[in-house]
């Protein structure tokens, strides 16, 4: 039983950035995929970047050269670091462990001036 605790939400401008983190109380291998996905009002949840062991990540092009996923497997945790955010990546923010169907409870991101 994995679970995940999404942290760093916020409210920030346009062109600012945020950290966001995820905590899971449970040991996550590090060899498997871990995910953030996010849900904005009204659309489909989609994936936004995705991590396996340290180094192979995935991104959706709206987050590509903008966004960056990383893990640490000593603390348990999966961060998403996003720059330069624009309005329409407000959304709810969700941390995704696949091997197990463990989902986060969600973070908010407004990105508004």
């Known amino acids: 039983q994995v679970q995940l605790v999404e942290s760093g939400g916020g409210l920030v401008q346009p062109g600012g950035s945020l950290r966001l983190s995820c905590a899971a109380s449970?040991?996550?291998?590090?060899?498997?995929?871990m995910a953030w996905y996010r849900q904005a009002p009204g659309k489909q949840r989609e994936l936004v970047a995705a991590?396996?062991?340290?180094?192979?990540?995935n991104y959706a092009n709206s987050a590509k050269g903008r966004f960056t996923i990383s893990r640490d497997n000593a603390k348990n945790t999966v961060s998403l670091q996003m720059n330069s955010l624009k309005p329409e990546d407000t959304a709810i923010y969700y941390c995704?462990?696949?091997?197990?169907?463990?989902w986060g409870q969600g973070t908010q991101v407004t990105v508004s001036s």
């Open positions: 449970g040991s996550i291998s590090s060899g498997y995929t």
């Open positions: 995704n462990y696949p091997r197990l169907g463990a």
């Open positions: 991590i396996t062991g340290d180094t192979i990540t």
